[in-house]
């Protein structure tokens, strides 16, 4: 016959739970593998002693408290997300007991945390095509912390716009749009990655995977708070960074302008020059098409 383990439930004050900054917990956190986060346990138990944080799978989440002195009501506990290899989101709860050297005596009080634990969101590798575009979509648009950021929804379809606008010079012979087209002219050019490159076409991107230092460090700071569950924006970031990579591995969306997108610059610098005219602004981009005689006498469309 196999042991069967129960709990014992004391009651007791309820204690409360904060972020290192003084926030509230709340009932359920996000973390990300490799993340710690510190939180502050602010009360005692019924016999006057600090509680015991346990999670249920220390395989996956765990816990480190410091060693508590019952005079002052306040302790600082770390909780680590200590599995190498995740997958696959997985849960972790953490539960308060009862310090009195009894293993199974819950605080009916104090609330249990639920733990939601995410894989780490890697970029793909720089020399992929994708890899580059992914970038790319993320050094052209803003992040979550810019004050014309606004959401998720309106930055996913400003990067699907970009992507369009990239296709369709393509499609219309990049080197329309090259610094040099004449020599441009003389270029093969049949993938994205040869677009971006164009020297004219995308800022900074002429020399890839050679970044400047700048820009390599908003990637990385990008990646870094969507890998950081205790980030005030870490949602956001997430979903940032997983919308560039899946938009920049995703069929471009048909065309929202009439006469094509061919241009983009961020929101309120200088057109692109005399050929272009603006059609929308949108994600902090503005957006533009071409003139209809640029589009008649050089492109052969209407």
Known sequence: MSAVFTCEVLTSCMAKLHRNDRSALPAEIRMVQGNTLVIKVVGLGPNRKHLLLKSNAPGLLSI????????????????????????????AEVTAYVNDGRANVVDANTPRIRVKILPYLHLPAQDSELGMLSRMLILESIGPEHKKFAGNAEARQSMQWIMRVLRNRLEAGAHHFSNSPRTAANQTLATMTQVVMIPGQVEGFPDYPNLPERKMALIKRVVDSANDGTHGRFAAYRELLADAIAVAGSPP??????????????????????????????????????????????????
């Open 64 to 91: 480190h408290e410091n060693t508590p002195d019952d005079r002052n009501l306040e302790q600082s506990v770390k909780l680590a997300v200590v599995a190498k290899d995740v997958r696959q989101e997985r849960v």
């Open 253 to 302: 969306i048909a065309d929202p302008c009439p006469t094509k997108l061919y241009g983009w610059r961020t929101q309120g610098a200088t057109s692109p020059g005399p050929n272009f005219q603006h059609f929308r602004s949108l994600g902090g981009q503005d957006f533009y098409t071409l003139t209809p005689e640029y589009r008649a006498k050089v492109l052969k469309v209407k």
